[in-house]
């Protein structure tokens, strides 16, 4: 029995009791844990237990829990036993896309190092459109940075080939064009016409 199995803390009841956790918090705590035994894994068995249980943990738990548990396990280490875990957590994540882009992409940008690591996979993994258009979610928030703004303009810019329907529509908003605009070094008095063509030549 892993220590994620427990029926009490995970099943659909209503009456919870004054303190105990909610059902969400239960799954948290069971990924800062998870995160934690693969962390502190001396030997490799050790290591493969606490790889197998956070499989488990996706297989049960992971198109249903809360996307703050999901992206606690980006902190899991990458190796080679942890390997298939982040697939399935990638694979998680990328069904919440492109909600779940900017809260990725922060970290991506500034997490741990192997939250960065893993934040920056799954980014990858994900459809140029579905990041392109997570990436938007970035440059209209109010609360981002400067800094993080920045640095999605450039990765929007990066996906003009493969998501060049989202960068078009992405010019009708005048503060995204502005960043666009700034990020790359064009001059903004060049029409759209002229700005995606650049934006095409420019991409990677």
Not at 144 to 161: E, F, P, Q, V
Request: hydrophobic share 45%; net charge negative; charged share 25%.
């Amino acid at each position: 029995m892993t220590s994620f199995d427990d029926e009490d803390a995970y099943g659909p009841e209503d009456n919870l009791g004054l303190g105990r956790p909610r059902p969400e918090d239960a799954a948290l705590l069971t990924a800062r844990q998870l995160v934690a035994a693969c962390e502190a894994a001396r030997t490799p068995d050790d290591l493969a237990h606490a790889a197998e249980e956070t499989e488990e943990f996706m297989s049960s738990f992971g198109r249903s829990v809360d996307d703050s548990v999901l992206l606690e396990l980006l902190s899991l280490p990458c190796e080679g036993a942890t390997m298939q875990a982040l697939i399935d957590l990638a694979d998680a994540l990328a069904q919440l896309a492109p909600a779940i882009v900017p809260k990725v992409f922060r970290l991506a940008s500034g997490g741990s190092s192997a939250a960065r690591a893993n934040a920056e996979i799954v980014l990858g993994r994900l459809r140029p459109p579905d990041f392109a258009a997570g990436l938007l979610l970035v440059l209209q928030d109010g609360r981002a940075s400067d800094k993080l703004k920045r640095g999605a303009a450039l990765s929007l810019l990066r996906l003009t080939r493969s998501a060049t329907v989202v960068v078009l529509d992405a010019l009708a908003e005048p503060q995204i064009r502005l960043w666009l605009v700034r990020a790359g070094g064009y001059s903004p008095a060049l029409s759209d016409t002229e700005l995606m063509r650049r934006f095409y030549d420019d991409a990677e």
